[in-house]
Structures are given as C-alpha cells and as structure tokens.
C-alpha cells in the first residue's frame, strides 16, 4: 500500500545491513529472508533512517528473524508510539507492536559491517530524527525520505519543518562529492548533481 525502498547492503564478507525494513505482508517478509538466506549474509545490524510507519513495518520481523535490534535516532523515538495509532487510523492490519530502539545514532556515529562503514548524518525536517547514511567509500547514501528524485521529503507530519530540511540538505548533503549517489526511501535513486540541478526546491543552486 505504501511502496518503500528496503535495503540490504553487503559486501564480501557477506555481513549485512538492513536499512529500513518496510516489509509489511508475508510474502514481503518472505522475499527479504529468502534474499538474505540464499546469499548467506549475516545480518549485523537493522538501520532506521526514521521511524515513520512504513520505514518500520518489518522491524519486529527482522529483530525475531536475525536477532539483531533496531538502531535508530532518539529524536523520532515517539514515532514508534504515533505510527501504532497512525496504522490503525489508515486501517493498517498491523498485528506486531513495533520493536523498540535497541541502540541510538546520532549525528557523526559510525556502524560498521564486514568491510563497510557508514555515517550517518542527522538531518531533520522531514522527521526530527531522519539519519543519512552515508558510505563514502562507495560514494553513496541512503536518504530515508530527507531527498529524492526531484523533490525532498514532506514536512507536514509531527516534528517536520520545511526550512529545517531544506538548510540541512543544502549544508549536510550537497557539500559532499556531486557524483554522490543517492538512494531515497521512495522511488528511483538519483545523484547529488542532479538534484542541485534539477530538484526544483534547489534549482540553480551552487552548491
Ligand atoms: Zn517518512
Ligand atoms: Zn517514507
């Protein structure tokens, strides 16, 4: 019902990380293990870049099934409580309470799996705790719903501040290398370029 991006990151040592396990149905819950397990990853850590319902569908699936706990940051914490009531308000069949944060990021933490390290950096706006994860060795980063193709995150919902994101996008992620790649929580990736190019709400911008 919400299409999200759910990804799964690994590297030769096949150790693993999940950011933001959107998997809300069964056979979703299905394709992600069947994934995991025929490429026998270890899964080392359950990432969150923010607690928004469908950023969290899955989590307590994940927790139960590779027993690693969620890492989130603090500051989207009451989401947890908001996406419950939320789910039940769009009439969500969500049986499982959502697992609770087992370990907090902040700005400038590190997680490391295998060969690979992200940092992640806070950029709020669109949620008060939104995290990017960013792997410079792989020039990319996992957005959450801080940037997209074309447009950035809506900052309607509880704790969002349109300036807040807009700023923290312009001087967190548009100062890193423009070849960056992106990978948002919704839709296509696209590139730090691009979106300084063409997302209309940074058009023209030198960075
Ligand atoms: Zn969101
Ligand atoms: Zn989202």
């Not at 994934?35 to 139960?64: E, P």
Request: with cysteine; charged share 20%; hydrophobic share 35%.
């Amino acid at each position: 019902m919400f299409p999200v991006n759910t990804y799964v990151l690994w590297d030769d040592t096949k150790e693993a990380a999940i950011i933001d396990c959107g998997c809300l149905y069964e056979k979703e819950k299905q394709t992600l293990k069947e994934y995991i397990t025929s490429n026998k990853l270890t899964v080392k850590h359950l990432l969150n870049t923010h607690l928004h319902l469908d950023h969290i569908f899955g989590n307590t699936f994940v927790v139960q099934t590779f027993g690693v706990q969620p890492e989130a940051c603090q500051a989207d914490e009451f989401w947890l409580e908001e996406s419950v009531k939320q789910s039940r308000m769009l009439g969500f069949n969500w049986h499982e309470a959502p697992a609770p944060i087992g370990k907090y990021l902040k700005d400038g933490d590190t997680v490391s799996f295998g060969n690979t390290l992200l940092e992640a950096i806070h950029v709020p706006g669109h949620s008060p705790g939104s995290l990017v994860y960013y792997c410079k060795a792989h020039n990319c980063m996992f957005a959450g719903d801080v940037l997209f193709r074309g447009t950035i995150g809506r900052t309607d919902l509880m704790g969002g501040n349109f300036d807040t994101l807009v700023e923290g996008i312009r001087t967190r992620l548009f100062t890193l290398p423009l070849d960056t790649t992106v990978y948002p929580g919704h839709g296509a990736q696209t590139t730090i370029q691009n979106e300084t190019m063409e997302n209309p709400f940074f058009k023209g911008l030198n960075p």
